[in-house]
């Protein structure tokens, strides 16, 4: 068990040490950011005329009829 795990520490070692050694990233110009003017004026929402129905909502008590339904499970065998 102490070998697999001091195995383990070492390649992961190796591993960063080609992963710092092996790659190189140099700059080689300056970044910069364009050069923008930009002038703003104020906007305006749109307006709409909108012509809908009219929609007429009310209650109304009535009575149903509802079947009554029996239920018979059935006989279990004795096996």
Do not use: R
């Not at 300056?30 to 305006?44: F, Q, R, Y």
């Not at 709409?48 to 009535?62: C, L, Q, S, W, Y």
């Amino acid at each position: 068990m102490k070998t697999a795990s001091v195995l383990a520490v070492v390649v992961a070692a190796v591993a960063i040490g080609f992963g710092i050694y092996m790659v190189d990233i140099n700059q080689t110009e300056e970044a910069s950011l364009p050069d923008v003017d930009v002038t703003v004026e104020e906007g305006n929402m749109p307006e709409f005329n909108a012509e809908v129905g009219d929609i007429e909502t009310g209650t109304e008590e009535i009575t149903l009829e509802v079947p009554t339904v029996d239920i018979e499970s059935p006989e279990e065998d004795d096996s």
